[in-house]
């Protein structure tokens, strides 16, 4: 037997099942795993990698609008980009 739970605190959908010999619900699957789970994450013309640090890369020909030139966000909140030229 399993329940789900949408915990709306960490905006994550959780899995528990029933495990009869102790008598408890456990945690067997908690979705989203990563930042790049969650849909537009890494904003337009960006690319989310969870293997990367940081996790958010430009596309090709893209840069951030504010932050590192460097093609790379370091937070969600620089995910604006513009067309290099």
């Known amino acids: 037997m ?13 899995r528990y099942t029933w495990n009869a010999e102790t008598q408890t619900w456990q945690l067997s699957l908690i979705l989203p795993n ?7 994450h890494c904003g337009p013309n960006g690319n989310c990698d969870d293997n990367k640090l940081p996790a958010c890369q430009c596309l090709t020909q893209f840069r951030p609008k504010n932050g590192p030139k460097d093609g790379t966000l370091r937070t969600i909140r620089e995910g604006v980009y513009t067309l290099s030229h």
Do not use: H, P
Not at 2 to 14: F, H, I, M, P, Y
């Open 2 to 14: 399993s329940r789900g739970v949408l915990n709306e605190t960490q905006n994550a959908r959780e």
């Open 34 to 40: 990563g930042y790049c789970d969650i849909y537009g």
